[in-house]
């Protein structure tokens, strides 16, 4: 039955991968939309199996200097859906750090945009919502053309920024700064990269997700720019006065071809004094973060060292939870959570300061975050890992892999890690 209510209308769905393929290609017309996509998890709390926002009524772009404030000022003339990002060097404006590193993906600092045609998708209903006719955007989608693959006329050449020596040796650099105390735990990332390349995003995401569908995964158009993401990692979700945040932070790998192989890494996860260590480290940091923003003791842990299994990886996770402080701005928000723990370490301004010294490239938009908020102010954000990051006017291609470098670090072990999480990415790619 399909029914209207104000500029929404709700359409049963009786083939949703098809019409998610339809959706999709129906997106494409849009300089900017967003697709969030859960791929059918039950990671608690859960809100929407599939939510694209299409189109811009109104957005703000910024770099970095009083890019949250000027967000927080655009956030108080809405009441409305707004969907985007956060980029990594907003922690420039949040400490006194700087960024001088080349990135050549160029999406702004923040940029969210309040969308035209918002809709939610699940196994059952289509919801529409929108000032224009929902029934005319319904018709437009089931008579779009299904997903037609394109496939490159040359292989993709996957470039290393940093080579196996190089990288090594600032991990040997990295756990020397931990022996003299500068930090207990760093997260240092790599990219790889190609160049003079003319991708189709969609099939790329689409070959992305059947092989590594995860929970927070994404693809987000801004005109030339695309992030084609498939993170596994919540960064923060507000529900009411409730926050949460699950950092990740601890891989081993997948083994489909022997169960008992597959069943013993993950108890070696679990009972990893490496990886319980640096989950620990950064759980401590989240908690210091909501802390800053939620009610005296209501800060807990309400899972540690939790283990999840994804297609290629198990991982580590942890969900800690606050009661926030009545009348907290998303401004002050960011400003006690940003850049998130789990994608810097701890403590967090000196890490960073090492992260410029010793990574070669950018971080933008990944590590940064990716979400929506609603029109009664709740909001989900994603983690922005596991990515891949496209310039389609420059034919720039790039992603990046890290690790958590703590006292327990073995060198070459982390080298392996960084490959196993890239792994997804470079064998898309390298069959596109």
């Given at each position: 039955?399909?029914?209207?209510?104000?500029?929404?209308?709700?359409?049963?769905?009786?083939?949703?991968?098809?019409?998610?393929?339809?959706?999709?290609?129906?997106?494409?017309?849009?300089?900017?939309?967003?697709?969030?996509?859960?791929?059918?998890?039950?990671?608690?709390?859960?809100?929407?199996?599939?939510?694209?926002?299409?189109?811009?009524?109104?957005?703000?772009?910024?770099?970095?200097?009083?890019?949250?404030?000027?967000?927080?000022?655009?956030?108080?003339?809405?009441?409305?859906?707004?969907?985007?990002?956060?980029?990594?060097?907003?922690?420039?404006?949040?400490?006194?750090?700087?960024?001088?590193?080349?990135?050549?993906?160029?999406?702004?600092?923040?940029?969210?945009?309040?969308?035209?045609?918002?809709?939610?998708?699940?196994?059952?209903?289509?919801?529409?919502?929108?000032?224009?006719?929902?029934?005319?955007?319904?018709?437009?989608?089931?008579?779009?053309?299904?997903?037609?693959?394109?496939?490159?006329?040359?292989?993709?050449?996957?470039?290393?920024?940093?080579?196996?020596?190089?990288?090594?040796?600032?991990?040997?650099?990295?756990?020397?700064?931990?022996?003299?105390?500068d930090c207990y735990e760093i997260n240092f990332c790599q990219e790889f990269f190609a160049q003079d390349v003319s991708i189709d995003p969609l099939t790329v995401y689409k070959k992305l997700s059947a092989l590594s569908p995860n929970p927070f995964s994404a693809l987000y158009k801004l005109d030339d720019k695309f992030l084609l993401c498939a993170s596994p990692e919540r960064f923060l979700h507000k529900n009411g006065n409730k926050i949460i945040s699950q950092p990740i932070k601890g891989t081993s790998k997948r083994v489909h071809t022997d169960e008992n192989e597959d069943a013993f890494n993950r108890q070696e996860l679990f009972k990893s004094e490496k990886d319980r260590s640096e989950n620990v480290m950064v759980v401590d940091l989240v908690r210091n973060d909501l802390s800053k923003v939620c009610e005296n003791g209501s800060v807990k842990v309400e899972e540690l060292y939790g283990i999840y299994s994804f297609p290629q990886v198990y991982q580590m996770i942890s969900t800690v939870s606050g009661t926030l402080k009545q009348n907290i701005s998303i401004e002050e928000i960011i400003r006690a959570t940003f850049p998130m723990g789990s994608m810097t370490g701890a403590p967090k301004k000196r890490v960073m300061q090492l992260i410029e010294q010793y990574e070669k490239t950018k971080r933008g938009i990944f590590s940064g975050a990716l979400g929506y908020i609603t029109k009664d102010g709740n909001f989900d954000f994603n983690v922005i890992i596991r990515s891949i990051m496209y310039n389609a006017t420059d034919k720039f291609l790039s992603f990046q892999a890290g690790s958590g470098i703590t006292y327990y670090s073995v060198a070459e072990r982390e080298w392996e890690e960084c490959l196993l999480k890239a792994d997804a990415i470079r064998s898309v790619l390298e069959n596109y």
């Open positions: 039955m399909n029914h209207v209510t104000g500029t929404n209308r709700v359409f049963s769905v009786t083939d949703f991968n098809s019409l998610k393929d339809q959706m999709l290609s129906w997106a494409q017309q849009f300089n900017i939309f967003c697709l969030l996509d859960n791929h059918n998890y039950q990671i608690r709390p859960n809100a929407f199996e599939c939510l694209l926002a299409a189109g811009s009524v109104d957005h703000i772009s910024a770099s970095h200097g009083h890019a949250i404030q000027l967000f927080q000022e655009f956030l108080n003339k809405k009441k409305s859906w707004l969907f985007g990002h956060l980029g990594y060097d907003l922690k420039n404006e949040i400490e006194d750090l700087s960024s001088l590193h080349n990135d050549r993906i160029k999406f702004p600092d923040l940029f969210f945009f309040e969308p035209r045609i918002v809709i939610r998708l699940n196994e059952k209903e289509m919801y529409i919502e929108s000032n224009s006719d929902p029934e005319l955007i319904y018709e437009s989608i089931i008579n779009s053309k299904k997903l037609v693959e394109r496939h490159l006329t040359k292989p993709i050449h996957i470039e290393h920024r940093i080579n196996k020596s190089e990288y090594l040796n600032i991990i040997h650099q990295l756990k020397s700064h931990i022996l003299r105390g």
